[in-house]
């Protein structure tokens, strides 16, 4: 600011208050009673402004990131991901919480979570989705199955299979019964379970067969525990999905958040299972 500007904001201060703030004694300048105490209340609110820009800022580091992710996500690459985010954001705090994909879209619209990751479709106009990794269910039997041998089968094959399934709200569930409803395949549901661990027990068990994710059924495929059936034609490919509110706010923590997962590749850069022939 040049001098002239100077001398004319000193002026327009001295009009508002009717005082002076400097007076003029030959070729010297000395500021006035009325002058230092301004100069301290300047001093006052420079420093609050430097406060509040400080505690405004610490709320993007403070407030928790609070992130949903549905049971097959949960258990296949939630935790790979929040490794990601805490290493990428080492000063975020993070929240994170399990539920079938009803409960993360009535949660999204009560602001109990910024955002989630799921696999079920959202009915909500006011949640936004956006893709970010593909996916396909299998029908997990028991390796001994003679559908095994087969690989790839009709739907049909499945016509009164005897089935263990998640719990309803589950969108793993909601595209298996949409699809067999929708081609009119009856089957038997001989239990209902809300994790994958027990799903994959009662098969191990021999006691029928599940649908579950094809990530979730590696390490007991390679191990010769369970066999793997795909359903022709690609009935039951999908695709794991980010979901947040359309009139979220999306803040610094958030935005990175939502960038890391879609790039996924970053953050989970394995090669995905598949057990095609």
């Given at each position: 600011m040049t001098q002239p500007s100077v001398s004319?904001?000193?002026?327009?201060?001295?009009?508002?208050?009717?005082?002076?703030?400097?007076?003029?004694?030959?070729?010297?300048?000395?500021?006035?009673?009325?002058?230092?105490?301004?100069?301290?209340?300047?001093?006052q609110i420079v420093s609050l402004t430097k406060q509040i820009e400080a505690t405004m800022t610490s709320f993007q580091t403070t407030i928790p990131l609070r992130?949903?992710?549905?049971?097959?996500?949960?258990?296949?690459?939630?935790?790979?991901?929040?490794?990601?985010?805490?290493?990428?954001?080492?000063?975020?705090?993070?929240?994170s919480e399990i539920h079938n994909t009803t409960e993360l879209e009535s949660m999204l619209l009560c602001d109990k979570l910024d955002f989630a990751l799921l696999e079920g479709a959202i009915r909500s106009e006011y949640i936004i989705t956006l893709p970010f990794m593909e996916d396909e269910l299998i029908i997990a039997v028991p390796p001994q199955h003679p559908l095994v041998k087969k690989g790839r089968i009709q739907l049909s094959d499945l016509r009164n299979f005897p089935m263990f399934l998640r719990e309803e709200g589950s969108g793993t569930r909601n595209l298996f019964t949409h699809i067999m409803e929708e081609h009119h395949i009856p089957f038997q549901i001989c239990g209902v379970y809300n994790n994958t661990e027990s799903l994959k027990k009662a098969v191990l068990a021999g006691l029928g067969g599940t649908v579950l994710s094809r990530h979730l059924v590696r390490k007991e495929w390679e191990n010769g525990e369970l066999g793997i059936l795909y359903i022709e034609n690609d009935l039951f490919h999908r695709h794991f999905k980010i979901a947040y509110h359309k009139d979220k706010f999306l803040f610094p923590a958030l935005q990175d958040a939502l960038t890391i997962c879609r790039d996924y590749t970053r953050w989970f850069p394995g090669t995905f299972f598949t057990a095609r022939s």
């Open positions: 004319q904001v000193i002026q327009e201060i001295e009009g508002l208050y009717g005082t002076r703030l400097f007076e003029r004694l030959g070729r010297s300048l000395h500021i006035t009673s009325a002058g230092k105490r301004l100069l301290q209340y300047a001093y992130i949903g992710a549905s049971v097959s996500i949960g258990e296949f690459c939630l935790i790979e991901y929040l490794h990601f985010l805490h290493t990428y954001r080492k000063q975020a705090p993070i929240f």
